[in-house]
């Protein structure tokens, strides 16, 4: 199976909003309520932000949300900061046929 | 806390083995499941395969057949072994715990480079 698809690239000045959308499929993301996402600093470990397309983990910021709308996933930075400059994957359950997890891409995330 | 420490080898040459082992810490392995996932240069995350500690496993379609998950439960460490290695099994490899019911990864291991070269 394909990867889900980011865009390679997003950014914003410190306290505008962004979005990111991951799109996948009827058998991904279009069929389950299983997407999370991730940020990731360069040389540090991948930190999980939104699990079951909305829900944040303790200790994430509110300044954090995520949506679905059909096949297509979207994170959502409000209140940019500096330290949000990441890149930021999303990460799909992909069925019944034992395909695991999909990950998109990766989309970097430039605070201006 | 949860905590996963990583170790392994980090340079191979074309055709050996790859074997990373993961230790874990702060949480039993029979209430959840653990993953390994890479990242190789200049490309996204792939999520390489699945245990639980019945043994079960699940790997994804372009590795099976050269990837092995394995897991000790006395010693708390599970296991990633991939054979026959290339330059584009060159990556960084991270394991992490594994929410089977919401497929979600929420600790990760620090990571391990792993260099495939003649």
Known sequence: ?112 | QVYLQQSGAGLLKPSETLSLTCAVFGRPLNDYYWTWIRQSPGKGLLWIGEINHNGYTNYSPSLRGRVTISLDTSTKQFFLRLSAVTAADTAMYYCATFDKATYYMDFWGQGSQVTVSS
Do not use: M
């Not at chain 1, 400059?85 to 695991?100: K, L, M, Q, R, W």
């Open chain 1, 1 to 112: 199976q394909s990867a889900l698809t980011q865009p390679p690239s997003a950014s914003g000045s410190p306290g505008q909003s962004v979005t990111i959308s991951c799109t996948g499929t009827d058998n991904d993301i279009g069929g389950f309520n299983y997407v999370s996402w991730y940020q990731h600093h360069p040389d540090k470990v991948p930190r999980l932000i939104i699990y079951e397309v909305y829900q944040r983990p303790s200790g994430v910021p509110d300044r954090f949300s995520g949506s679905k709308s059909g096949s297509t996933a979207s994170l959502t930075v409000s209140g940019l900061q500096p330290e949000d400059e990441a890149d930021y994957y999303c990460c799909s359950y992909a069925g019944a046929n034992n395909f695991g997890v999909l990950f998109g891409g990766g989309t970097k995330l430039t605070v201006l």
